[in-house]
Each structure stands twice: as structure tokens, then as C-alpha cells.
């Protein structure tokens, strides 16, 4: 899905095998339980939210699921490069009724706008060298005051394990192959940790989240 060659009906059909995948896995889940105890903190106002590299944009929609099913107020928006991803994305929020504005940005080579209470990404550190990993974090530091993190750890039981669920669970052969290849490129948990801390993202946390990922989490002081 990073080959900016890549046909435009399959590069949707990567992205709503990725959604799929990503409901499998409970995406929403493993960041929702950090947010609605931000939420708690937070009074009189709605949580702002960014998610960065948001693709079709399924955790921003699921994340204001969830708030509006609790009753808790939030503001969210979401991110990506790619405008096919954004299209793809904006239709998804209408259809769900999802108040979730998207907008195209390079967190890579932009500052992220800033003013947020937490920014999140989901399955996009692997596809980053380690540089490009440190200046993610930087941003998403930068940009708000929780940083949350959820992405695949490598290991030889998660290649297997998500080898085995993209062939189940999609029928792209871009995310068939992206899937295991992500796994072999994705970071440890150690790994995450040690960027985050040469990221400056002291005191930054990471557990294990089933299945096959990890939460990286990180307050400002």
C-alpha cells in the first residue's frame, strides 16, 4: 500500500481488507481504554483527538463509536498522505453518521497541527525506518499530550499468526502480502521503548496487546 503506483480500486480494497483486519484485532479497543480515562480527566469540553496515517480511516470512526455510544464528549480527526485513503475514509464517517474530519498531511515532513489531548497511530510505525520512526514520535509529542502508539510486534508467532489472518480475512493480494512482510519490519516492544526514549518521550510505557501488537503510551508532563 506504500507504492504510490498502486491502482487506484486496488488500493481500496487493501484498505477495506486493512479495516477488516484491524476490527479482527480490536483496534478501537486497545485505544479506547487510554482514552476514555482521558476523557474522565478532561471536563467541560470535548477530548480532542488526532489519528495520523489514518488510512480508511476505521479507528477515528470506531473511536467516535464508542464515545458516542458512553456518552462522552470528543472532537476527532485524522490524517493521511494519501487522498485515495482520505475518499475512502470520508465516505466510511458519512455513511456511519461518524462526525470525524479528515485532511491530507505528511507527518513526516510537516509539523502535525498541535493543541490536541491525545494523537494516535495504528499500524504505521512498521512501515517506517528507524529515523523516520524517532520523527513520528517527535511530532506526535509535539502535537498533543498523550502520544498512543498500537502497531504490530515482530516476532516468529505474530509472522505466522498474521500470515494465517490475511489470507482468512482478505482476499487483496496487497494485504497478503503486506501483512507478513509487516510483521518481519515491524519494531519489538524493546525497540519501541528505546525509540521513544532517544524520541524524547521520557517515561513513555509499552504492554503487550493481544492479538499480536503492542500500546505504546506516553503522557506529557
Request: proline share 5%.
Amino acid at each position: 500500500m506504500d507504492d504510490p503506483a498502486l491502482d487506484q480500486a486496488e488500493h481500496r480494497r487493501a484498505l477495506a481488507g486493512l479495516a477488516r483486519l484491524n476490527r479482527f484485532s480490536g483496534s478501537t479497543g486497545v485505544l479506547w481504554r487510554a482514552l476514555e480515562r482521558l476523557a474522565r480527566e478532561i471536563k467541560g469540553r470535548p477530548v480532542r483527538i488526532l489519528d495520523v496515517a489514518t488510512g480508511s480511516g476505521d479507528v477515528p470512526i470506531g473511536l467516535w463509536k464508542q464515545a458516542a455510544r458512553r456518552g462522552i464528549p470528543i472532537a476527532v480527526e485524522g490524517c493521511d498522505i494519501s487522498e485515495t485513503a482520505l475518499a475512502a475514509a470520508r465516505e466510511q464517517a458519512a455513511m456511519a453518521g461518524a462526525q470525524v474530519r479528515f485532511f491530507q498531511h505528511d507527518a513526516l515532513r510537516d509539523p502535525l497541527p498541535v493543541g490536541f489531548d491525545a494523537v494516535t497511530s495504528s499500524l504505521f510505525l512498521h512501515h517506517l525506518s528507524s529515523v523516520d520512526a524517532l520523527t513520528l514520535l517527535r511530532q506526535m509529542a509535539t502535537a498533543g499530550s498523550v502520544v498512543l502508539v498500537n502497531d504490530l510486534a515482530r516476532s516468529r508467532f505474530n509472522y505466522l499468526a498474521v500470515w494465517f489472518a490475511c489470507r482468512v480475512l482478505s482476499g487483496s493480494p496487497v494485504v497478503r502480502f503486506d501483512g507478513p512482510a509487516s510483521v518481519r519490519s515491524a519494531f519489538t516492544p524493546r525497540e519501541a521503548l528505546e525509540l521513544a526514549h532517544r524520541g524524547g518521550l521520557i517515561g513513555a510505557t509499552v504492554r503487550p496487546r493481544f492479538p499480536c501488537r503492542y500500546l505504546l503510551e506516553w503522557r506529557k508532563l
